[in-house]
């Protein structure tokens, strides 16, 4: 049976030819052709089943057969918001797992100990594209320019919050045990640079009420911490 091709399309019904990258690798890659069956993916809850009308070039057209609108996996919003590592090939890696799994946003984090203060979005959206399409999610990821840490703060103060960290002189609950505490609310969690968040930034959090927790027994590296926290957010929100 021949594997049924994911595409991302924004605005799929309101168009009828495949975005440039997506139709390169459709004719030029995938080799199809007129008569082929394709799923398009709007990212924003809907699949599109269409077939292939027209290709040339670098250009393939497409008819939309059905619409089907999708359902949600999970509960609420999931927020990741993290200081990215000094190689970004982790921050990638985190990235295109996490999507995979299921999140809804990130963020990324200009810490005290931060060992990059800057990062290009540009291949981060292409690396969640990807992983949309492999993983057949039907809502992309919003991704946000890099923050500091306080003006975040300043800026999210609704709903579950969550910071966490390895000081063991400060209080800690577990954050899964704290997540299904909350089974319909949204969820942010912020996860800190190697060198972990400074103290300062840990209690400026905690007044403004974000919960301070751990992740497990195991000391983790930035982008292990990261996909962990994606985990419990999805084993604690699964519908």
């Given amino acids: 049976m021949k594997e049924t091709r994911f595409f991302y399309v924004p605005s799929a019904s309101e168009r009828n030819e495949l975005p ?4 390169s690798h459709a004719v030029r890659v995938l080799r199809m052709k007129e008569g082929d069956e394709m799923m398009l993916m709007d990212g924003k809850g809907t699949f599109y089943q269409a077939v292939v009308t027209m290709t040339s070039g670098k250009h393939c057209f497409y008819a939309i057969h059905d619409t089907l609108p999708q359902e949600r996996t999970w509960k609420g919003h999931l927020h990741l918001a993290i200081a990215p590592t000094k190689m970004m090939e982790r921050m990638e890696w985190l990235v295109e797992k996490a999507t995979e799994v299921g999140i809804d946003e990130f963020s990324f984090l200009d810490c005290r100990f931060s060992e990059r203060r800057n990062i290009k979005l540009l291949r981060i959206e ?8 492999q993983s057949r999610k039907a809502w992309i990821p919003f991704l946000n320019e890099m923050d500091g840490f306080k003006s975040f703060i ?3 103060q609704t709903g579950r919050r969550y910071i966490a960290h390895c000081y063991d002189e400060v209080p800690r609950v577990n954050l899964f045990d704290e997540l299904r505490k909350g089974d ?3 969820a942010l969690v912020l996860v800190g640079p190697e060198g972990d968040f400074s103290i300062d930034e840990l209690e400026y959090a905690v007044e403004r009420g974000y919960v301070s927790v751990d992740l497990g027994k195991s000391r983790l590296r930035t982008e292990t911490a990261g996909l962990a926290a994606v985990m419990m957010m999805q084993l604690a929100k699964q519908k």
Avoid: C, P
Wanted: charged share 55%.
């Fill in 126 to 133: 292409k690396i969640i594209v990807s992983a949309v399409k």
């Fill in 20 to 23: 440039e990258e997506e139709a």
């Fill in 154 to 156: 300043d800026r999210h």
């Fill in 184 to 186: 319909e609310e949204d």
